[in-house]
Each structure stands twice: as C-alpha cells, then as structure tokens.
C-alpha cells in the first residue's frame, strides 16, 4: 500500500485536472454566442493610438501601458456592442473564468502530487518537469479528442442531418401543419355523412 498510495494520489490529481478542462469545454461549447457579429463590431472600432515602441526599452513600463491600451479598446468594442451581444460575452467570459480558477487549482494539485512522487522514489528533478508537462498535454489531448469525437457524433445524426436539410425547419413544420388539416378534413367529412338531417345528403 506504502507503494501504491502516492501513485493513487498521483492519478486523482491529474484527473482532477482533467475533469474541469472537459466540462469547461463542453460548457463554453453550449454558450450561445454570435461570434461573428461581435468579431465584426471589433473590427468596426477603431483602435486608440499606442504607446511609443520605445518604452519597451523598459518591459514593465512597457507592458502596462500595452496593458492600458487593450484595456481601452475592449471598453471600446464592449461599449458598441448592443445588448444582447453584450450579455453573450459576459455570461461566455464568466463561465471561462470560472473553469479557469478550477483547472487552475487542480494543475497546482497535480503538480505538488507529481514533485511528490519523484522525491518519493529520489527522481531527478527533470524528470518531474517530464511529468508534469507530460500529463498537462496528455489532459488537454484527450480533451480535444472527445470534443471532436462528440461533434461527429452529432454530425453524423441522420435526424439532425434531416432538419438541416429542411431550412429553418419549416419543412417539419407544414408537414405536421398538412397532416393536422387533413385529418380535420376526414372527420367533417364523416361527420357529414353521418348526419341524416344534412339537408346537402338527400
């Protein structure tokens, strides 16, 4: 057990890791948000001017005013925005930040369980940096392989590929609106024949 323990730790850790970054996508997948027509609103905003290059001579002075300046365009973008678009972004961009701080607690879990098992079997410490990255990319590969197998999944639905055929579904909507009328028209019609005091049956 004294052996088996720190990789059970090992493992939960990163599946703790794991997990938050799948649901982050599936989530963010779900977002309803038109991309387009907030991509096209930021191109329309017109930048404010930069900082001179040459402050980057001095990087952190530099890095905050480049900071200042992003700052300010996405005011800017945010501002044009109408409002729906802007409750798009915000719930989108809350719900990111939100998984972030979960993956990003479960990383610093995985890697103080991954430093823990090399000094518990006196590995250099290379090959903790091995492990950690290792893992890191093996969560993030396995996250995009079952986004993707998800999407042809449902890609390949033939009832989704039916409504897609059908534009803006109206298709499936007159044929349920005919269906409804003809069977409306078959029971006046019996009734009609059923009736002997219809004076259009003698």
Request: proline share 5%.
């Amino acid at each position: 057990m004294d052996e088996l323990m720190p990789w059970a730790a090992f493992a939960g850790a990163w599946l703790l890791f794991a997990g938050p970054i799948y649901q982050a996508s599936i989530e963010l997948g779900e977002e309803q948000i038109e991309r387009e027509a907030i991509e096209a609103t930021a191109r329309g905003v017109a930048q404010p001017r930069r900082s001179s290059p040459w402050w980057w001579l001095v990087p952190p002075i530099g890095y905050l005013l480049d900071r200042r300046h992003s700052t300010r365009y996405r005011k800017l973008v945010f501002d044009a925005l109408g409002t729906e678009h802007r409750r798009q972004l915000v719930h989108y961009t809350e719900k990111a930040s939100g998984w972030a701080y979960v993956a990003g607690g479960a990383l610093l879990l995985a890697a103080a369980e991954t430093w823990n098992l090399c000094v518990e079997h006196d590995w250099p410490t290379w090959l903790f940096w091995v492990l950690a990255s290792g893992m890191a990319g093996l969560c993030g590969l396995l996250t995009a392989l079952r986004s993707r197998r998800a999407r042809a999944l449902l890609g390949n639905d033939p009832h989704r590929r039916g409504e897609r055929g059908r534009p803006g579904g109206q298709g499936h909507h007159s044929s349920g609106t005919s269906d409804a009328s003809d069977a409306s028209d078959a029971s006046d019609a019996s009734e009609a024949a059923d009736d002997p005091d219809d004076p259009d049956d003698r």
